[in-house]
């Protein structure tokens, strides 16, 4: 009998990352869940105690924090089968309300983080010649929209690393993909940061922020159960060799291929239609 695959999900205090652990643990794999602040673990300590799930503390801003968690899962593993990129936030906010600390903030966790715990297991799979790192993506890489511009911009990015990393590990037996969801049930919307002055009454934006706001929550209404993002992810860690995207649901399906190939006018006239105040101001 084989043993049990070793997988490192990051950011799996709550959200995708406890859903990514639960089902992984569900289909047999060995999971090291890591979370960033003990006082938000504790769904992910609950469900250790059923199923092959380790909390493992990391920070993934944290260079040393990122390095002792890879390496305590090393040694007692001695490999890691499956890296997945999960860890990540919004940061909700128009541009000229984002402080140069907030998009800091949002890049530093949602780009950086990421390179930084890819950079940390890739060395031991590529010794190996073998693994797969599966990077948590959004269907937000592909269209940006107001408010959420600084999230967007991050997982440009993620998608743009994917693509060029998929092809430097590859040589090495390292297989590279990434997920690309729109709306999933998950606490996504309770955990969205504002920036700095985002709401603030001396901001030209605020209506805009708020209208916005009431939209992205009748959005998350309608969204997809986890569960859809979890079959996928296991359908991708199924697959040899991975894909290059996965897409989650219909709507994501329509997004990606709509903005791939409509006209910057066409699109930008669709989106003026969900957000009217974005349009020029009508001439008198």
């Known amino acids: 009998m084989n043993p049990p695959q070793v997988a490192l999900v990051t950011g799996a205090n709550s959200g995708f990352g406890l859903a990514l652990s639960r089902a992984l643990a569900q289909k047999g794999f060995k999971v090291y869940a890591t979370y960033r602040s003990p006082r938000k673990a504790g769904f992910l300590w609950e469900i250790s105690s059923a199923l092959p799930v380790y909390p493992l503390l990391m920070d993934v801003n944290r260079d ?166 979890t079959n996928v992810v296991l359908k991708a860690l199924g697959d040899s060799p991975m894909k290059r995207r996965y897409l989650v649901k219909p709507q994501d399906y329509g997004v990606y291929y709509l903005r791939r190939f409509m006209p910057d006018s066409l699109w930008e006239w669709a989106l003026s239609r969900m957000f009217p105040w974005s349009r020029f101001p009508q001439k008198v």
């Open 64 to 229: 040393p924090s990122v390095q002792r968690a890879v390496k305590q899962v090393l040694k007692r593993e001695g490999h890691i089968d499956v890296l997945l990129n999960n860890a990540g936030f919004v940061m909700a906010g128009f541009w000229e309300d984002l402080s140069d600390k907030d998009i800091r903030e949002q890049f530093e966790t949602n780009v950086f983080g990421l390179l930084r715990v890819t950079r940390a297991v890739l060395p031991s799979m590529r010794r190996r010649g073998s693994g797969k790192i599966l990077n948590i993506g959004s269907i937000a890489a592909f269209t940006a929209v107001p408010g959420l511009g600084a999230y967007s911009a991050t997982k440009h990015a993620v998608n743009a690393l994917t693509e060029a990393l998929r092809l430097e590990a590859r040589p090495f037996g390292v297989d590279v993909a990434e997920i690309n969801p729109g709306e999933v049930k998950t606490s996504i919307v309770q955990n969205t940061r504002r920036g700095e002055r985002v709401l603030s009454a001396k901001s030209p934006y605020t209506p805009f922020t708020r209208q916005f706001e009431a939209f992205a929550k009748e959005r998350f209404v309608h969204a997809a159960p986890v569960e859809k993002l």
